[in-house]
């Protein structure tokens, strides 16, 4: 009996996932496909623009090509300094956790406090703690004499929104990096002992190393988590003052549904999409190529 | 230097981890310390290196008083079961590591790392990191650490286990060779009777932290003090069998009895435990012995193969006794193929067994070394 026939209807228990991806991502996607590709004056008539918002998205001499291309540049800005603090931060917060008894519980749910309260619950907290009015933070800076104001002044409002999110995301690193120098094996610690390595040399050539992977997959979490990020530096500052803290997302929200600029609105999403998108795939590429060096 | 170690113990809370260890080590001697794995072999190199402080007794170096003293005050080197390197630094700088720590000068660290690349055949691999290396060259790396330091203990915990078979063969004959020129005490932890018979030497037997027996490793194998010393030297497991002694006849748990000779003879009368390595006891099939053609010198038991292990040159050959005194283990010269379930009886050669007391202790048969040589032991040993 030939059953090749049977066989051959195998793909029909993909139809089902097929269904729910069509509905959760590409539907919605397209959506946007079609908006970047399209110009509209109402009364849902469409009619083709090319390549006319991609071109104009890019151009830094239009008005929109300038407002994106200084919200991305703020952007990396952002995530390089938040980087350049949270992962050395992240190591020597983990260097200090505990090895063992019940310090280590303790400091272990400590730490990861601040990652389990949501993120508009963390930009609430620090909008009013750095309030010259009511806020700790900002009352304590207005009295000691230092020029504060989230509303008025750009640099204390990048100020706040970076130390927000050191605060925030600090842990992630520490918890990682924790997990990292669990797993060197206690052999290694003696060997250096008996060499009479110092504590910097047992850091530099047996830690650091061994917590390489956990630090790229924590700096790629990093990346990705402040180059998307919205809903913190919204609610402390909502972008301002002026375009100060307009990162990415922010500008495109105020764009698509703020403005109805719907055509460079998809034009920016697809853009921002690609670069998270090239981001994952060159660290992607460069930890398995890594690995694979690795191990030959 | 020697280093004595005189009744060390240690405490954890209640727990005894290191129960009065009294060891003698002398310069350019090799010693191995035989265990099964969590029997305290490396907590003991730990206190010996002064990773760790011992909870009671001393630790004596040429005479000089070095309880308590941290491992950077001694001179130790230690190479372990995993292969420990720095993982960023080349093998050159791995091996040269321990020297720039003591500030020697730049010449004599070259000339120092040559010379230990040499022995341990790195030569070519100075340049590559640790993972650009296969794990026996890695292994080879680590031990070129250890030996380039010219430290007075060498502390060597199961160096060889992670390593394939031919390499393991290979190192295990250089190993004591290269670091005896240092004039070093080696100290050779491992888990395998076989490697502690071929690294000769003293061997110190541990079971459950406690040294159970010391001495020329020949001389332990042949002359196990204890039951505990016996089973950790025997390999495949230790045969026991309990026996009732009672006027020159030796009764076994199934009522059994045999003529008290061997380690037996001259037993005052009382229970005692039967111990023989799979090399006292040979297999004969029903209808036609297997073994030399002569009758039986001992006891034998009818009973039938359940597995059997066949090790090149010699089968071990697992017998389950039909009387109920559990299974044992049978060497048997050549290859073998029993089939599980093949009737067969377990000829024993008691003059090649051992006596135990309730308390474990060897019974010493007919007064002081009971069996000097025996048809156990095929291959003189040299002490």
Known sequence: MDTRAFANRAWLFVVPVMIVVLFSSLTPMMTVVNYSFQDTMGQN????????????????????????????????????????????????????????????GAALVLIALPLLIPYNVVGVIWQLFSRTDIGLLGVGLTAAGVPFNVTQDAASAWFVIIVMDVWHWTSMLALLCYAGLKAIPDAYYQAARIDGANRWSVFRNIELPKLRKVLVIGMLLRFMGSFMIYTEPFTVTGGGPGEATSFLSIDLVKMALGQVDLGNAAAYSLVYNLITLTVCWVFFTYTTHADQKDAA | ???????????????????????????????????????????????????????????????????????????????????????????????????????????????????????????????????????????????????????????????????????????????????????????????EPGEALLLRGRTATLHEGRITQVGPTAAVYRDPANRDAARVFSDPPLNELAVTVAGGTATLADGRGFPAEGPLAGLPDGACTLGFRADAARVATQGGGLGDGLPPSGPSFPGAVSVTEISGSESFVHVVTDAGLGTVVCLVEGVHAFEPGDRVAVELDLGAAFAFGPDGRRIAARGGRAVATGPGLRQPVPA
Do not use: H
Request: hydrophobic fraction near 45%; glycine fraction near 8%.
């Open chain 1, 45 to 104: 008539n469409f009619f083709w623009n090319g390549v006319g918002w991609f071109q104009n998205l890019l151009d830094p001499t239009t008005a929109v090509g300038q407002r994106f291309q200084g919200s991305l540049l703020r952007n990396l800005l952002f995530s390089a300094v938040v980087l350049a603090i949270e992962v050395p931060l992240g190591i020597a917060v983990s260097l200090c956790i505990p090895k063992s008894g019940w310090r280590v």
């Open chain 2, 1 to 191: 230097m020697s280093l004595v170690l005189d009744a060390v113990g240690l405490k954890r809370g209640d727990e005894v981890i290191i129960a009065d260890a009294s060891l003698d080590l002398q310069p350019g001697t090799m010693n191995v310390l035989l265990g099964p794995t969590l029997s305290g072999k490396t907590t003991l190199m730990r206190l010996m290196a002064g990773l760790d402080r011992p909870t009671s007794g001393r630790i004596v170096e040429d005479g000089r008083d070095v309880t308590g003293l941290g491992v950077k005050a001694r001179s130790v080197a230690m190479v372990y079961q995993q292969f420990v390197n720095y993982p960023t630094l080349s093998v050159y700088d791995n091996i040269a590591s321990p020297l720039r720590v003591q500030g020697l000068a730049k010449a004599e660290i070259e000339a120092r790392v040559a010379r230990a690349a040499k022995l341990m055949r790195l030569e070519p691999m100075l340049k590559r990191t640790p993972a650009q290396l296969s794990g026996g060259q890695q292994q080879r790396t680590a031990l070129a650490r250890a030996l380039v330091k010219q430290a007075k203990l060498v502390l060597l915990d199961e160096p060889l286990a992670n390593l394939d078979y031919k390499l393991r063969e290979e190192l295990r004959e250089e190993l004591p060779r290269i670091f005896a020129e240092t004039g070093a005490i080696l100290v050779y932890a491992t888990t």
